[in-house]
């Protein structure tokens, strides 16, 4: 890049890590700022996620990004303290700023130079830094108000500040923390005081010195003081001092991030001489301010402390170390059962004998860790689908101002956990959804009011459990899918005839979205209808052997349902056979087993169909369909089992010899030499060592629809 | 070109020598991996003919062969002896079965002819030359084509 940094490649690794982080909390709290009208606490916590990047990308020596955050964070401290209000045309700046600095976070990542422009946005920074009220000078007491954080100085303390430049003397903040094993941390911070009063004077102190003199000390020392040395030489004279740590020194504005009552302990001395005084100042308000001063130290300390302590209790670990774990454990599952038929022919050799009985303890045991250890391993791959799910709001209020709707954007659920493989597959599908949802689903707003419905469309994204299952849906309260335009939509562009179209019921003519080539969108927006169809959704959501449904109802709304297994390398599966062999069809496509006697199969238009509950259900005989071939002279028996299995509403009935059980299995590929095959979506090792086969279930449904399909051109 | 240069590296090496309808075939050692027992395979659908299916190799799926079948030989029953030599290529692991496993020998490049302009098309695309080992003839096999499916993009279509 040019800039030839000194750093480390981890250096730069943990920086990045933070940046992210940094930048996805501004970005949370830029989108809460618009809803939540300026809400204090928000801007705080931009602005010290603005703050701390400043820090971080100066250490780097990366001037640009340094220099924008600072834009952004004189922006946001005007914001806090109420000369500026959030407008739309502010969070659009503050959003276009975010955008940079993502861009020259990626120019650190890979090292190639960004084509980023800092000087647009930093224009429109300024412009908000300018607006306002001119003038340098503060109008203290007004903006003590409005601003809880500024630290309610005394009359006389202010004077003291305010004619420093006079005498040639600027005033600084320092904040500074003792060590925490320090034997005598009131010593370092009696230390520390009069090295600043070496200095320069001190305006005031948190503690105060005859607070630090009685041993009154929280492990924190904060210093407001005047001086005419460099902060360079301050530093220099502070750090003389053992066991302390200066966290921060910079020049003093009276938004230094102080909260309010840890000064009003240090002032509540000269607060005592002021009352009478016609300033109002926090520590009036503050009840018992010594006993809540050191109650909010000591809780900010016992936060300190606690995440020190998480910060030693988390590891980072790459995500293959953890695939190659699970793998090993399934490995050894395998090798157990192995060793548990070893066993059973021992103990039926020799009855009773000492051997096979310690053996047969330690393998219950060997059995029970295993279990332990592949579900702790795959409680490591889970993470809360909030680290997918933040990066949306963003992007609906981008879509939703580019689409002309105004929405609510709501999600719940962020917590839930989801095997991190299917965290990574499922984003793209999800903001694909949410996309359809705001572009063809919510109305103009003119539209919604004529209609009766609030101007604001409502989007909601949720994740719950269901039984095995994730479910994440997407929900909005627009028109709804009409099935009489997607049929006629369908017509028109020639995927099935106008006569089939008519016979279709409703539902199965909504499910007309998801073939390929079909759009509803009358004219194409540069939002969801960019050639991208539902067909690709769905195919990526059953790639990870998962479903997704959609229920819509004209004029209320629609909701896509995303069905996902919880993880992607274990699926519970009903296991049958099928002359001698086993397979595997994942539970979650399974709606019923069933055995039907012989006689009740009929047929429509040569196709094996059974009747329940007065659906016409097809089958298909598994048998036939892999042409496996059966003994000589065998048998029509009386009775069938039939699978029933569902694929978006659609139902087939899958003919197989007898059902074996259920279990949890481990899917593993079969290899590029045999490559993909229609139907089968893998094998698995059963506990016997046997390699069963998992059967691809949409794709044998669509291989029942397709062939109707053809029926039905070969008739017309 | 690069066919040639292969077949003169491998020729020098030692070779995995197996027996298939009566006749001798060998392998380099680099690719045969082991040589495993006869087990229990579990059939694929769908796949080519000569795809016998998958066994569970300490954990690993992988595919099956008929050797024999892949070769245009004799269909044979399996015996006591019939093995499964597990070869790798490009970090595919994939059993073929044989009728027996002999020995293995050392072939140096001059004990090796040329495949015979006699042999059929698919003999010649198939192996890299025949070793004289003793008064063994051994046709030495190129199993970087015959352990790598060229219709690997287009699976058997159903029906």
């Not at chain 1, 009036?284 to 995440?307: D, F, I, L, V």
């Not at chain 1, 860790?369 to 209020?397: C, S």
């Not at chain 2, 569970?56 to 029953?77: F, H, M, S, Y």
Request: charged fraction near 25%; glycine fraction near 8%.
């Amino acid at each position: 890049m040019g800039s030839g940094f000194e750093i480390s490649a981890e250096d730069i690794r943990v920086f990045l890590d933070e940046a992210e982080e940094l930048l996805q909390t501004m970005e949370g709290g830029i989108l809460r700022l618009e809803t939540d009208a300026g809400d204090p606490e928000v801007i705080q916590e931009i602005f010290r996620a603005a703050h701390t990047l400043k820090g971080s990308s100066a250490t780097l020596g990366h001037q640009r990004m340094a220099e924008l955050t600072h834009a952004m964070e004189n922006v946001l401290d005007r914001l806090r303290k109420g000369k500026l209000t959030v407008t739309t045309e502010l969070a659009d700046t503050l959003f276009s700023c975010l955008d940079v600095l993502k861009a020259l976070k990626d120019e650190i990542a890979s090292g190639e130079p960004a084509s980023v422009d800092t000087a647009e946005v930093m224009r429109r920074l300024a412009a908000f830094d300018q607006s306002g009220q001119p003038g340098a000078q503060r109008a203290p007491e007004p903006a003590a108000a409005v601003s809880p954080q500024m630290p309610p100085l005394t009359p006389a303390q202010e004077a003291q500040v305010k004619g420093a430049p006079a005498r040639g003397m600027q005033a600084y903040w320092a904040e500074i923390r003792l060590a925490e094993d320090a034997a005598m941390p009131a010593v370092r911070a009696f230390q520390a005081l009069l090295a600043v009063g070496d200095v320069g004077e001190t305006v005031l102190s948190v503690p105060t010195q005859e607070q630090v003199e009685a041993d009154q000390i929280d492990g924190e020392l904060k210093v407001l003081f005047l001086t005419k040395e460099t902060p360079e030489r301050v530093r220099q004279i502070l750090e003389q001092v053992p066991e302390i740590a200066i966290r921060t020194l910079a020049p003093y504005s009276s938004a230094a991030p102080v909260a309010a009552a840890e000064v009003a302990a240090a002032s509540q001395a000269a607060a005592a001489h002021e009352a009478a005084a016609p300033q109002a100042t926090a520590a009036n308000q503050a009840p018992a301010p010594q006993a809540g001063a050191r109650a909010a130290a000591n809780g900010e300390n016992g936060q300190a402390a606690r995440s020190t302590k998480t910060g030693l209790r988390t590891v980072r670990v790459d995500v293959e170390v953890l695939d190659n774990l699970m793998n090993t454990v399934g490995e050894l599952v395998i090798e157990r059962t192995r060793l548990q038929q070893v066993l059973s022919r021992l103990e039926a050799e020799r009855e009773g004998d000492d051997m096979a009985q310690v053996m047969s303890s330690a393998l219950a045991q060997i059995g029970r860790l295993t279990g332990n250890l592949q579900e702790e391993i795959q409680r490591a791959r889970m993470l809360p689908v909030d680290n997918l799910f933040r990066k949306f709001p963003r992007m609906m209020r981008d879509v939703a101002q580019k689409a002309g709707k105004e929405i609510q954007f709501v999600m719940k659920g962020e917590e839930t956990e989801l095997d991190r493989s299917v965290i990574e597959e499922i984003g793209d599908p999800l903001m694909h959804l949410l996309r359809n949802a705001v572009d063809h689903g919510i109305e103009p707003p003119a539209e919604r009011l004529a209609a009766g419905k609030p101007a604001a469309g409502t989007v909601i994204l949720e994740a719950y459990h269901e039984e095995n299952h994730i479910i994440i849906s997407v929900r909005d309260d627009g028109r709804g899918v009409d099935p009489d335009k997607v049929r006629a939509s369908a017509v028109r562009k020639g995927l099935l005839s106008e006569e089939a179209a008519r016979r279709l019921p409703d539902p199965e003519a909504v499910n007309l979205i998801w073939t390929p080539g079909f759009s509803t969108a009358d004219k194409v927006s540069d939002i969801s209808g960019r050639g991208v169809g539902l067909d690709v959704v769905q195919k990526n959501i059953e790639k990870i052997n998962g479903s997704v449904e959609i229920h819509s109802k004209v004029g209320e709304g629609t909701e896509f349902r995303v069905k996902l297994p919880l993880t992607l390398a274990i699926i519970r599966a009903l296991q049958v056979d099928l002359l001698g062999t086993t397979y595997c069809i994942p539970l979650g496509s399974v709606v019923e087993t069933d055995r039907i006697p012989t006689a009740d199969i009929r047929t429509v238009r040569q196709r094996e169909v059974i009747v329940k509950r007065g659906e016409v259900i097809p089958l298909l005989r598994l048998a036939q369909v892999f042409q496996l071939e059966r003994p000589e002279g065998a048998e029509e028996p009386e009775e069938i089992f039939v699978v029933i299995v569902a694929v978006m509403g659609r139902q087939i009935g899958l003919v197989v010899d007898t059902l074996v059980g259920e279990g949890d299995v481990v899917i593993k590929p079969l290899g590029r030499f045999i490559g993909e095959i229609p139907g089968i979506s893998g094998a698995t090792i059963m506990g016997d060592g046997d390699v069963a086969i998992i059967l691809d279930v949409p794709s044998l449904v669509s291989s029942v629809q397709e062939e109707a399909g053809r029926l039905e051109a070969a008739v017309r | 070109m690069l066919i040639q240069e292969q077949r003169e590296q491998q020729a020098i090496s030692q070779i995995v020598v197996f027996r298939l309808a009566g006749e001798y075939y060998g392998a380099d050692i680099a690719v045969v991996r082991e040589v495993v027992p006869l087990q229990r395979v579990t059939p694929v659908p769908r796949t080519p003919e000569y795809v016998m299916g998958v066994i569970n190799l300490r954990g690993r799926v992988i595919p099956v062969i008929d050797l024999r079948q892949r070769l245009g030989l004799p269909e044979a029953q399996m015996t006591k002896a019939t093995r499964i030599a597990v070869g790798e290529v490009d970090g595919d692991q994939v059993g073929m079965i044989v009728d027996a496993v002999e020995e293995v020998a050392r072939v140096s490049s001059d004990a090796v002819e040329p495949p015979s302009a006699l042999m059929a098309q698919l003999d010649r695309d198939n192996v890299l030359g025949v070793a004289k080992v003793g008064d063994r003839l051994i046709t030495l096999l190129d199993l970087r084509r015959i352990l790598v499916r060229e219709d690997r993009r287009s699976p058997v279509a159903p029906q």
